[in-house]
């Protein structure tokens, strides 16, 4: 099939090599503008762009541009963008969601799925809608949540989603299947905020704990930044929230046993060789919460 692809992350790439592997002749592809990162005034392409632009393949900004191009179909995956109307009268378009809608519309629905505590999510396959994931879809799979981390289940939903995408795109351009439209209550999974990866020891630990799993998750000791990177939750905890014993922090319900901490200026490490480290300083509690 002849396709645009609109994308922009890095996890976006493997579902563009993955197109092209198969055989598709990728026309277009459209990510978002350059940006300026880091210090000066130096801008770079996103990761979707740079690797179009390795394989020899045409990168614009603007998917309005698709209008001019005769294609079979356009596939979107975490563009960063709404595809106006026009667009999709010219060309359909299909686009790779990492949920299972109509659950967690929009921008980042594998942080929302760990954070409510889903005990299952997905992919799903859409036909792209001027309206923010509301189209019907073609195909969707199914995988459990458990204790994953939020690179370890992007990676396998990416893995899950591309390979649904190949199959359903295998007969051609006549080839797709009528779509179903979406059924059941929408939720809508908006940007996680800064505020929210600060862990508040007055709520339950295992509510921290998927905190944690999204990463960067952060506290203060000895009011000193300290990132958490991996932790058990526990279900008993022995003093009031925020105090700590050795590693283990006692929360609102249960506790949070300490595994992998990154103190501020310093490498990841345990908390046994952080103790160490502080020479006696160590701190009776974490963070500013220290009562009900």
């Known amino acids: 099939m002849r396709l645009a692809f609109c994308g922009s992350p890095s996890f976006a790439v493997p579902v563009l090599d993955a197109l092209i592997d198969a055989g598709h002749d990728v026309a277009c592809v459209v990510s978002r503008p350059d940006r300026r990162r880091g210090r000066g005034a130096r801008t770079t392409p996103t990761p979707v762009k740079a690797a179009a632009l390795a394989r020899g393949i045409a990168v614009t900004d603007r998917v309005d541009e698709l209008e001019s191009l005769a294609l079979d179909l356009g596939v979107v995956v975490a563009f960063g963008a709404m595809v106006p109307a026009s667009v999709l009268e010219?060309?359909?378009?299909?686009?790779?969601?990492?949920?299972?809608?109509?659950r967690w519309r929009g921008a980042a629905p594998v942080e929302r799925a760990i954070l409510a505590g889903d005990e299952v999510t997905g992919v799903s396959v859409m036909r792209l809608e001027?309206?923010?994931?509301?189209?019907?879809?073609?195909?969707?799979?199914?995988?459990?949540?458990?204790?994953?981390?939020?690179?370890s289940l992007r990676r396998e939903l990416v893995a899950l989603g591309t390979g649904l995408l190949i199959e359903l795109l295998e007969p051609g351009p006549d080839g797709l299947p009528e779509p179903v439209v979406q059924v059941g209550e929408p939720t809508y999974a908006k940007k996680v905020t800064d505020d929210e990866l600060e862990l508040d020891f007055g709520r339950p630990a295992r509510e921290l704990a998927r905190v944690v799993r999204l990463g960067p998750a952060r506290t203060?000791?000895?009011?000193?930044?300290?990132?958490?990177?991996?932790?058990?939750?526990?279900?008993?905890?022995?003093?009031?929230?925020?105090?700590l014993f050795e590693d283990v922090v006692s929360?609102?319900?249960g506790a949070l046993r300490l595994i992998e901490i990154v103190p501020e200026g310093r490498r990841a490490m345990t908390p046994a060789a952080w103790r160490r480290g502080l020479r006696g300083e160590v701190p009776a509690h974490l963070g500013t919460t220290l009562g009900p």
Request: glycine share 8%; aromatic share 4%; with cysteine.
């Open 90 to 102: 010219h060309t359909t378009m299909c686009n790779l969601h990492f949920s299972l809608l109509p």
């Open 130 to 151: 001027p309206t923010l994931d509301t189209g019907p879809v073609y195909a969707r799979a199914v995988t459990v949540v458990d204790d994953k981390d939020l690179e």
């Open 220 to 243: 203060t000791a000895n009011g000193m930044r300290l990132i958490v990177r991996r932790c058990e939750a526990l279900d008993d905890a022995t003093g009031a929230p925020g105090e």
């Open 251 to 253: 929360c609102g319900e």
